[in-house]
Each structure stands twice: as C-alpha cells, then as structure tokens.
C-alpha cells in the first residue's frame, strides 16, 4: 500500500520515514549539520507529530549506548545521529560495543556541506572545511554492517528501508548512514512510499537436517557432555530450545560471561558461569553463542572432545583470529537450530538408565552450588558497602524451586517493548524543546507517570533483613524527572523559544536561502542545542 505525507524538506520527509518505519526515538547530538532536522522538527510538533521522539544527549557514546540498549531489549533499531566526522569519532566506542553485541541501530552522522556556496546548506562557517575528510565512513567501516552515503531525496525511501533490513537481519548490528546538509535541506513537497516497507530483513535460518542429526548421535553416545552459553538470550525464544536440550540429555549448562540470561538460573542444571573445572571429564562439549568460551592458555577441553558450536555465525567470521574447534558447526538462528537438535536428540537411541544418573549427579550439584552461595551471602550480609553476592542473592531466598515440567515461557517481547517504553518516557519529557508548546493535559500526564515511578523506586529501596533502611539519603527522583523542578527562568526560556521557532519556520516558507542562517539562529535561541562546529 502506497501513502503520501505532505513534506517540505528532504529532512522531513526523512522524519516521517523513520516515524512510519517504528523508529521511536532519535538520539542526537547536535552540530551545524542539524539545521534542516532542527527545521524539520518544529515543522512536525506544530503539527503535532511526534515520532521519532528527539533525545538531545551530551556526548556521542550515552547517545549510541541509549540506541543499545533499546535494541536489546526491542529487537528494533533506534536511529542515532552524530555530528560529522568529529561525532563519528566520539562515538566508535559504542559503535564497536554494538556491532560485537550484534545490537541493531541506525547509525548516522551529518556530513560537512559538500558546496562553498549556491545551494541552500552551503558551507557558511570556517569550520566547514576543516572537519572534512576523505572517506567519512572509513572511521566506522569494520565495525558496521553497512554504510553509505545519501546523494538525492528521491532514493530516500530505498536507502533508509535498506539499512533497516540490513541492521535487522542475522547477525544483526549496526549500519552508518551520512547525511549531506544540502540534500535534507533540498526542496520536497510531497513524500510517497509503501507501508510496510517493500524491503524486509531476512528470514531466520536453520542449520541442515544432516548436520542437525550429526551432532544429535554426537550428544547422544557420550557420557560427559556440557554446554557453555553466553548471548543465545539474545533472542528469548531460544531459553525454551535450550531446556529442552539439556533435559534429553541430563547435561549442565554453564553461562560463562553471560550477556542476557540464556538458561533459567533456578533449574536444576543450571551449574553457574565456570565450566573449566570439568573440562577434564567432558566427552563433548556444546557452545551456544559464545564467542571465548574458554581460554587456551590457561584450560581447555580434552582433545579428543568433539566440539559443536551453534550460533547465527559460529566461525564468527567478523573476527580476525578465532581458533576454538569446531568439529560441528550448526549456523541459523539458535531458537530453530536447538529446537531442531531438541527433536533429533527425541528420535536418537539412548540409555535412559545413564541419563537418569547424570541428571541426578548435576542437581546435586547444582543445589551444592545454591547453598555455598547462600552460605556466602549470609557471612557478607552485613558488609559496607553491599557486597554483590548478598544483593544478587537475596530475592533468590523467595523464589520457588524450578519444576522441570513448567514451560520456560520468557516475556513476550510485546511486554519488554512497554518497558523500554516506560524506561525512556521520562527522558523523551527533556527533549528538545521545539514546536507547539506542551498542552496542560500532556503535562498532567506525564506528572501522573513520574509519580509512579517515583512510587516504584521507594520500594526498591533496599532494606535490611529487620525491615531497616540500609542508610545512606532516602529515595531520589531518577535524574530524568528532575525537568519537573525545572528552574523558573528556563521555563520562561523555553515558552519563549516556541513563537522563535515558529516565526522562523515562517521565515524558510519564504525564503528557502536563509535555511543555513536560520538553523543557526534557531540552535542559539534554543537552550541544550547550542554546539557547533
């Protein structure tokens, strides 16, 4: 289906892509690439058009980690726009913590105005030309899936659904995307494309039948087998599959540097994050999504021990040297791959007799581990400052012991999507301040969500085993919510900056020329975007 919005500008066309593409919110740190997008916003929230919420962050690495974040908990990527190639720079760190944490994001950056004069953007400061460089993108290319660079408002469309797909699809990570400041200031009335987008990430993928049922005889004629898991959580579906694996076989799952939880800590083979101590009587060995799961130098497995490696990208290729064994290497998605291995190890012959005795053996095992760690939890209950084991330990007294035939169902991703919602809510009310000004009833709205979460932050507010406060000030508003104590006179700056934006929104429908002197009166007159150059 094709739909039209009536735009102005390249830039805002741009928004309103993003907004139809579910792009929530758009972390930016701003330099004088930002005009057409500055123009572009105020346009839009006169309008009362608010997707994708702009976040003014401080530095490059927060605004990347803030995308990050979103991205682990979504599945979806959230845009990031830095300021040409210094921004870029800023942010490498946190571009390289996504790509090795396969997060998605669309990672942008403007680019220094390609002409000295005649074409609305022109460069029109001596910093202009200083910040250029050869090759932008050539700070960021290893460790980003995709880049490139937008030439014309016409293939807008094309270029912003291509790097969504391409950051979405297995492995998934983040793409870099340059925007010139003359094509988003380009003239653009009208903006036609297709929802849902025509370009879509690929589909999941599942390693072969035969492979599959390799590893399945593998698993099924050992006596020893373990597994060691680290970011298969990744994708919640697969905590499931991963059960159901360790159950066929009585086998213990070792999360070791565990990024998300990837096997329910309370089940009875859950045996913690060290598998070395066992490696000695290990006959194979199953690695699900970890990219070290141990460290040659100091131990490894018995030689003789086959190796199966499940992973989206089990060689992971992206990295330079890598020499782990992979005697069987089972690449797709790791939900359908342990599903798949779950029903091949069903159908394999087995000695039940033997499974029931490695069973027995790792409960032992794993409730020996539960009490040492409550044990020590107990003697440092009382230290200053907390120590971690007690707080990770203490809500674990009150939760139930794992049956083994509950279902492991982790929380829809529906569910996960709120929270970061909520989590994000409160720093979207720190925006920028452009466009219309707030209605009393989004005020009250917003005030009603920040006391609830205020509520929820007293009680999280830890506490003593007697019910005692552990001491130190009592509960604080989160930093988010401290814009509803915001000082008098910034209010009153703020209010004033509305009619400034709008006369000059006014002033760009006349005259398209003063864009670039207009994006910079409209960064001084508005408090927090005032970084240039």
């Not at 579910?22 to 972390?27: A, D, K, L, P, S």
């Not at 005009?35 to 346009?43: G, K, L, N, S, V």
């Amino acid at each position: 289906m094709r739909k039209r919005a009536s735009v102005e500008s390249v830039a805002e066309a741009y928004l309103e892509l993003l907004a139809a593409r579910r792009v929530e919110y758009f972390f930016g740190n701003a330099g004088t690439d930002f005009a057409p997008i500055i123009e572009a916003y105020a346009r839009r929230e006169a309008q009362g058009q608010v997707l994708p919420r702009p976040i003014t962050v401080p530095h490059e690495i927060p605004a990347v980690a803030m995308a990050h974040g979103y991205a682990m908990v979504t599945g979806r990527p959230q845009v990031v726009m830095v300021h040409v190639t210094v921004g870029t720079a800023n942010a490498l760190g946190g571009i390289i913590n996504a790509a090795r944490s396969r997060a998605p994001i669309l990672m942008s950056a403007g680019r220094t105005p390609i002409t000295e004069g005649g074409l609305p953007g022109a460069r029109n400061r001596h910093i202009h030309w200083a910040q250029e460089s050869f090759d932008q993108a050539a700070t960021v290319r290893e460790y980003v899936k995709w880049d490139y660079e937008l030439r014309l408002g016409g293939q807008l469309e094309t270029v912003v659904d291509r790097a969504l797909a391409i950051a979405r699809s297995a492995p998934a990570g983040p793409v870099y995307l340059t925007l010139p400041r003359e094509v988003l200031s380009e003239r653009m009335s009208e903006i036609e494309y297709f929802d849902p987008p025509r370009l879509a990430p690929a589909s999941a993928q599942v390693a072969d039948v035969a492979t599959v049922e390799e590893a399945a005889r593998i698993l099924a004629g050992s006596r020893n087998p373990l597994a060691i898991v680290k970011s298969s959580g990744r994708d919640p579906a697969a905590v499931e599959p991963l059960v159901a694996v360790a159950e066929a076989l009585g086998m213990p799952v070792f999360e070791q540097f565990s990024t998300h939880l990837c096997f329910p800590q309370t089940y009875p083979l859950y045996l913690g994050g060290d598998p070395a101590p066992h490696f000695a009587e290990a006959d194979a060995i199953v690695v699900v999504e970890a990219d070290a799961p141990w460290y040659p130098d100091l131990t490894s497995p018995r030689p003789e021990a086959p190796v199966i490696q499940i992973g989206e990208d089990p060689l992971y290729s992206r990295y330079p040297i890598r020499g782990f064994a992979v005697d069987v290497g089972l690449a797709g998605a790791p939900r359908l791959t342990l599903a798949a291995l779950a029903a091949a190890l069903r159908r394999a012959p087995m000695d039940e007799r033997v499974i029931a005795e490695r069973r027995a053996r790792w409960e032992a095992e794993h409730r020996r581990l539960v009490e040492a760690w409550a044990a020590h939890a107990q003697a440092v209950r009382n230290d200053r400052p907390i120590d971690m084991t007690w707080l990770a330990l203490r809500g674990r007294r009150h939760r139930r012991a794992h049956d083994r035939h509950q279902r492991v169902r982790p929380r829809h991703d529906a569910d996960a999507a709120r929270g970061a919602r909520q989590l994000l809510q409160p720093v979207a009310g720190l925006r920028s301040r452009l466009g219309a000004r707030r209605r009393a009833g989004g005020q009250a709205r917003r005030a009603r969500e920040d006391r609830h979460l205020l509520r929820g932050r007293r009680r999280l507010h830890l506490r003593s085993a007697d019910g005692r406060a552990l001491g130190g000030p009592g509960p604080q508003p989160p930093r988010a919510l401290r814009h509803l104590q915001q000082p008098r006179v910034e209010r009153g700056e703020a209010r004033g900056a509305v009619p400034r934006a709008r006369g000059l929104v006014g002033a760009h429908q006349v005259d398209a020329t003063e864009r670039p002197r207009s994006g910079a009166r409209l960064r001084a007159d508005l408090p927090g975007l005032r970084r240039l150059g």
